[in-house]
């Protein structure tokens, strides 16, 4: 029964957070400098052609009956049409979202089975070499840009050492994709038993994943490590260990006790990759929802802006929620 209500308290908090995020997303995005009919009918359009073009989209109308108009089209599930596609912005969403999907879930797969072993080895050896190591690749990742180390690494293993396919999608032009199953190529074609074309999209994934997974480690591995430290040095611990316990239950109970900031911290980058793999997708031509919102920012495409926003806050209110519920797992003393 709490849980229950824990989850319909949880839903109505993310009805109004959602809410909070359309309106404030819906008036900025009028604030960029451009103007969707403009650039659709062009450049040297006589301004009849733009005002008419204006009341088809329905731009010419005062931006809060703009807003109200959109509040009820969202209701019934209708996130605009996108003007350079000629799709609706919820068939543009559904075919790039899995290649987001797909990019971000290997890379924080990535990220946590390499970064929480490493944190909690170099908690419980602090002395070394890698100890500095770690704190120095931990310190680089806050002030590099992803674009820029995507762009490196196309440029050192793609043309100079020829081992990394041309950064041109998820497989290449001249490759069909295959059979839709969950939009995840890599998946897909190992669903079909396709070896060939799931190796062929693991080489595509390679350097995107790789950029994501150096930036975004450090968060994983700084946490586990500074957590890890903490517990050894709690009073539980020394007392496990003078009561006599044996040292693989110390560690379990340790664990269980470091791992909730760690939980925290791979939610919140989980999130966060959606709209932050924006500029390493445009790198690598991706084809998933960060490229989508970039090519609509230049457009001056509003709808799809919305539209992207709006999924990317609908992912990290619901990463937040299983978020929750782990702590929940790892903490008995949490209540719903």
């Given at each position: 029964?709490?849980?229950?209500?824990?989850?319909?308290?949880?839903?109505?908090?993310?009805?109004?957070?959602?809410?909070?995020?359309?309106?404030?997303?819906?008036?900025?995005?009028?604030?960029?400098?451009?103007?969707?009919?403009?650039?659709?009918?062009?450049?040297?359009?006589?301004?009849?052609?733009?005002?008419?073009?204006?009341?088809?989209?329905?731009?010419?109308?005062?931006?809060?009956?703009?807003?109200?108009?959109?509040?009820?089209?969202?209701?019934?599930?209708?996130?605009?049409?996108?003007?350079?596609?000629?799709?609706?912005?919820?068939?543009?969403?559904?075919?790039?979202?899995?290649?987001?999907?797909?990019?971000?879930?290997?890379?924080?797969?990535?990220?946590?089975?390499?970064?929480?072993?490493?944190?909690?080895?170099?908690?419980?050896?602090?002395?070394?070499?890698?100890?500095?190591?770690v704190f120095f690749y931990?310190?680089?990742?806050?002030?590099?840009?992803?674009?820029?180390?995507?762009?490196?690494?196309?440029?050192?293993?793609?043309?100079?050492?020829?081992?990394?396919?041309?950064?041109?999608?998820?497989?290449?032009?001249?490759?069909?994709?295959?059979?839709?199953?969950?939009?995840?190529?890599?998946?897909?074609?190992?669903?079909?038993?396709?070896?060939?074309?799931?190796?062929?999209?693991?080489?595509?994934?390679?350097?995107?994943?790789?950029?994501?997974?150096?930036?975004?480690?450090?968060?994983?591995?700084?946490?586990?490590?500074?957590?890890?430290?903490?517990?050894?040095?709690?009073?539980?611990?020394e007392y496990a260990r003078?009561?006599?316990?044996?040292?693989?239950?110390?560690?379990?109970?340790?664990?269980?006790?470091?791992?909730?900031?760690?939980?925290?911290?791979?939610?919140?980058?989980?999130?966060?990759?959606?709209?932050?793999?924006?500029?390493?997708?445009?790198?690598?031509?991706?084809?998933?929802?960060?490229?989508?919102?970039?090519?609509?920012?230049?457009?001056?495409?509003?709808?799809?802006?919305?539209?992207?926003?709006?999924?990317?806050?609908?992912?990290?209110?619901?990463?937040?929620?299983?978020?929750?519920?782990?702590?929940?797992?790892?903490?008995?003393?949490?209540?719903?």
């Open positions: 029964m709490r849980f229950l209500q824990f989850l319909a308290r949880r839903a109505f908090y993310l009805v109004l957070q959602l809410l909070g995020v359309v309106t404030i997303t819906f008036f900025l995005i009028r604030l960029i400098p451009g103007n969707p009919a403009q650039a659709l009918a062009g450049v040297s359009a006589r301004k009849e052609t733009v005002a008419a073009i204006e009341r088809q989209l329905g731009l010419d109308k005062p931006l809060p009956v703009q807003y109200v108009i959109y509040l009820q089209n969202l209701m019934r599930g209708e996130l605009g049409d996108s003007i350079f596609t000629g799709q609706t912005v919820r068939q543009d969403l559904e075919q790039r979202f899995p290649a987001t999907l797909e990019l971000v879930t290997l890379s924080m797969l990535t990220s946590v089975g390499l970064g929480i072993p490493l944190g909690i080895y170099v908690a419980l050896n602090r002395k070394g070499i890698l100890n500095r190591l931990g310190m680089l990742t806050g002030a590099l840009p992803d674009f820029w180390l995507g762009l490196i690494l196309v440029f050192v293993f793609f043309f100079l050492l020829h081992w990394a396919p041309p950064p041109m999608g998820r497989l290449g032009p001249l490759t069909a994709p295959p059979a839709h199953i969950s939009g995840a190529y890599l998946l897909d074609g190992m669903l079909a038993r396709d070896w060939q074309l799931a190796l062929l999209s693991l080489q595509h994934l390679a350097l995107p994943v790789l950029t994501l997974v150096f930036i975004y480690m450090g968060n994983i591995v700084k946490m586990a490590r500074s957590s890890m430290e903490e517990v050894m040095q709690s009073d539980f611990v003078a009561s006599g316990l044996p040292g693989h239950i110390v560690m379990r109970y340790a664990l269980r006790n470091a791992m909730a900031p760690v939980a925290t911290v791979i939610a919140f980058n989980y999130g966060f990759l959606l709209g932050g793999a924006v500029l390493v997708e445009t790198v690598f031509s991706w084809g998933g929802l960060g490229q989508y919102a970039v090519q609509s920012i230049i457009n001056s495409d509003y709808a799809p802006i919305t539209g992207f926003v709006i999924v990317a806050a609908l992912f990290m209110s619901t990463m937040y929620l299983l978020l929750d519920m782990v702590y929940a797992v790892l903490d008995p003393r949490i209540q719903y």
